[in-house]
């Protein structure tokens, strides 16, 4: 089997779930003709010094599926592997993006998570963001996709590396058993929910968190920001000021993620953007992941967020953190200034 293909596997689609339509800034090309873009790449990686303003352009305005078809059409015309060619041509932040937009999106994923917990230590901040952040249908074709690339179970890479009430957190996210959203308001558990997140934790001396766990794993999204808002009629301290006073470290910043991710997803996405462009230059690797992972799912939404929160548009932020080519790749796949 070709490197291509072991590398790309078999095609994904990714569908976020039902209770979150897509909004993509990075779109199937229309008129695309795999083999004319073959051969520009091939131009492209041949020319002196190498033409990455080429390759930058096609890769970020084709999808997944087309950006496959043409690594096929490379190989068959070539007699090349696309991507190690692209790996021996490009460095850098550059080679890391387009690396990783030769993967499907459970793909990136995946080997993210596999960084994340690869070697001694664990890289906690990444492997929150990542499991507390995915639905239950994209974290089923992760789990599905992590098992072929790196012939583990994802579960127990993830409970093999972290322990106690946090494993415990983390596991039952990736079992992803959270219940579908329903046409159906049920007032009735809404307001059992939050009494009993509200007993488990801030009422009491110690906080009983396995309640925490079962109810933020597995209600679904639209249940559970109705159970923080009524949470309010019980606690003086909403639900993200209760994390903070019950909890700290690690299961903290989970269960901030995860509160954050239920109430606004794409803002969670667009602090984490801009977290990653804080000092002078950029976060590489978080701005790198967010916006690789994040392209053909909800970046618009994020970049609506974005501007909303920071009044400035993150075109605008990219722009002012960031330089070269991988500047242009980094603008390519926001899409546009808000």
């Not at 950006?67 to 692209?86: C, H, V």
């Not at 093999?160 to 058993?177: E, I, P, W």
Request: aromatic share 6%.
């Amino acid at each position: 089997m070709s490197l291509v293909s072991e590398f790309l596997g078999q095609l994904t689609l990714n569908f976020g779930g039902s209770e979150e339509e897509k909004s993509p800034t990075v779109r199937p090309a229309e008129d695309f003709e795999a083999d004319k873009d073959a051969a520009r790449i091939e131009t492209a990686i041949k020319t002196k010094g190498v033409d990455e303003q080429t390759i930058i352009d096609i890769l970020t305005r084709r999808s997944y599926s087309q950006r496959r078809d043409i690594a096929f059409a490379y190989e068959r015309r070539t007699k090349k592997d696309m991507i190690s060619a692209l790996k021996g041509a490009l460095k850098g932040p550059l080679e890391s993006v387009i690396l990783g937009l030769m993967k499907s999106t459970a793909q990136f994923d995946a080997s993210e998570l596999k960084n994340s917990m690869k070697g001694l230590g664990t890289d906690e901040v990444t492997l929150i963001e990542l499991v507390c952040s995915r639905s239950n249908s994209e974290m089923q074709e992760i789990k599905k996709v992590y098992k072929e690339m790196h012939k583990k179970e994802l579960e127990s890479d993830v409970s093999s590396d972290t322990s106690g009430d946090f494993r415990k957190l983390l596991v039952a996210l990736v079992k992803g058993n959270r219940a579908e959203p329903s046409g159906v308001v049920d007032y009735e558990k809404i307001d059992q929910d939050a009494r009993d997140l509200y007993d488990a934790g801030v009422k009491r001396k110690g906080t009983d968190v396995a309640t925490w766990i079962t109810i933020m794993t597995e209600r679904s999204v639209p249940h559970l920001q109705k159970v923080f808002d009524r949470y309010k009629s019980y606690s003086c301290y909403d639900m993200k000021e209760s994390i903070k006073k019950e909890v700290k470290g690690d299961m903290e910043n989970a269960f901030l993620t995860l509160v954050q991710c239920i109430e606004n997803k794409p803002l969670y996405f667009a602090s984490r953007l801009n977290d990653s462009m804080q000092s002078k230059g950029a976060k590489d690797k978080l701005l790198t992941r967010i916006m690789v992972s994040r392209c053909e799912v909800d970046l618009l939404k994020i970049r609506t967020e974005f501007k909303k929160q920071y009044s400035k548009s993150l075109y605008q932020t990219i722009t002012e953190h960031t330089k070269g080519d991988y500047q242009r790749v980094m603008l390519c796949l926001c899409g546009g200034d808000d």
